[in-house]
């Protein structure tokens, strides 16, 4: 084989030239988090003398679908501003509805709460002050009104986690979630609208778990949901300077693997991304994650509208915090919830066997144990949410 060409474990192809470079390539060996952690990731309130400035640096923390970080912020003034969705953010072939969008509106609000408590004030938030809105209105009318006001109040005991927070794609490791552990962590999120559900019986839990690992197979498998994942997705120098969007980083991938994987992904080409064989590797490690889980945890609303969604997002967050707070991760596993048409089986599927009926719906449904810290994600800067 004079070329030496060679079919490696991402299915892709990788030539000598690329695995020499890769012996001088000590970056993408290292096995740990950058020493850094969260710091220089993430903007500061610091950074910011507006009371509300700092409120909503605070509140970018919050976990969001895919990292789009679909915020921006119209500042009415040094203690009050205007929350939208950025409509340009929004992820019409996997979240057809922005139900997803919305939860992640919702995981802001409960962080700027947690963010202004700490800082010594009293949030505010009124949902929706101009009123319900139709999809096309997205972007254009308010998600929430933000407003601090400057008087003495009890630090949220959350507070000292929002950045060191993550979504955890990792290995988990030790025994099922017990039912006295899951309890604490319900009773110190404090949810307020969410019935917040667990399955960690060991003979129930594994099949649930098939059933949330299917749901990846079927979007891996449907071209436009699968590249939506594409567009958002960041290899190599891009992760740090656009400050948004997915990797294989926080994934948790390392080591020649993951340098392969990037090397293949930059340019983020249509035929690498959509590589069959490349798929089934991704699908192997992902069933080999999820079935590590030590437990399921599901949200469920009893209407589907709006406000639900923005709700439920509060408690989610919540919800991860309170998680953190007592030694374990979280990571959703969405798929089976989404609307966009070939996932239909699979989500009628899903309801029957969580006997949810509509209007209720199961908003997001996470796997939950212990394990090690991964790399955290990026936010971009507060002002380039500002409009
Ligand atoms: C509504 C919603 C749905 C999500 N669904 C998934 C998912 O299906 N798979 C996944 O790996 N992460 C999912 N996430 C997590 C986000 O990708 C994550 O919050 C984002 O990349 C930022 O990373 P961080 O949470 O570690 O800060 C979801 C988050 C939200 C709010």
């Known amino acids: 084989m004079e070329r030496k060409e060679f079919l490696v474990a991402s299915g892709m192809l990788v030539t000598t030239a690329m695995l020499a470079a890769f012996a001088l390539d000590t970056s993408g060996a290292s096995s740990e988090i950058p020493e850094e952690g969260y710091k ?8 910011f003398t507006e009371p509300i400035l700092k409120a909503i640096t605070l509140g970018l923390n919050a976990p969001n679908p895919h990292n789009t970080q679909a915020w921006k912020f119209k500042i009415v003034n040094d203690h009050e501003a205007l929350l939208f969705v950025d409509e340009k953010k929004i992820l019409p072939a996997t979240d ?8 992640g509106c919702g995981s802001f609000v409960a962080m ?42 009890n630090e949220d005991p959350l507070f000292k986690h929002i950045y060191e927070r993550q979504t955890n794609r990792g290995l988990y490791s030790g025994n099922l979630i017990t039912e006295k552990e899951f309890n604490i962590i319900l009773e110190r999120t404090t949810s307020q609208h969410c019935e917040i559900k667990l399955c960690n019986d060991p003979v129930e839990l594994p099949s649930l778990l098939e059933l949330l690992y299917k749901g990846m197979e079927v979007e891996c498998n449907d071209w436009n949901a699968y590249d939506e994942s594409r567009q958002w997705f960041r290899v190599k ?39 069959k064989s490349g798929i089934e590797n ?25 406000i639900d969604w923005l709700k439920c997002g509060e408690d989610y967050a919540r919800f991860q915090l309170t998680a953190y707070d007592q030694g374990f991760f979280i990571h959703p596993l969405s798929q089976v919830l989404q609307e966009f048409a070939s996932i239909k089986k699979l989500h009628d599927e899903f309801n029957s066997r969580m006997k949810v009926n509509a209007p209720s719906k199961v908003q997001m449904a996470v796997r939950i144990g212990r394990g090690s810290p991964l790399e955290y994600s990026y936010r971009k800067n507060t002002s380039d949410f500002i409009v």
């Not at 004030?121 to 009123?131: A, I, K, M, S």
């Open 96 to 103: 057809p509805p922005a139900r997803q969008i919305h939860i």
């Open 112 to 153: 700027f709460r947690m963010g202004a408590s700490g800082l010594g004030y009293t949030p505010q938030v009124e949902y929706l002050p101009q009123g319900e809105y139709s999809f096309s209105e997205i972007g254009n009318k308010p998600v929430a009104r933000l407003t601090v006001v400057a008087n003495s109040v």
């Open 40 to 47: 220089n990731r993430r903007p500061h309130p610091n950074d």
């Open 282 to 306: 991704y699908l192997k490690t992902y069933h080999e994650v999820v079935m590590t889980s030590k437990g399921v945890v599901t949200f469920t609303t009893g209407n589907n509208q709006l």
């Open 237 to 275: 120098d891009d992760i740090a300077e656009k400050k948004d969007g997915i990797n294989l980083r926080t994934g948790g991938m390392k080591g020649l693997k993951r340098w392969i994987a990037e090397t293949m992904l930059n340019g983020y080409s249509k035929k690498a991304w959509h590589n």
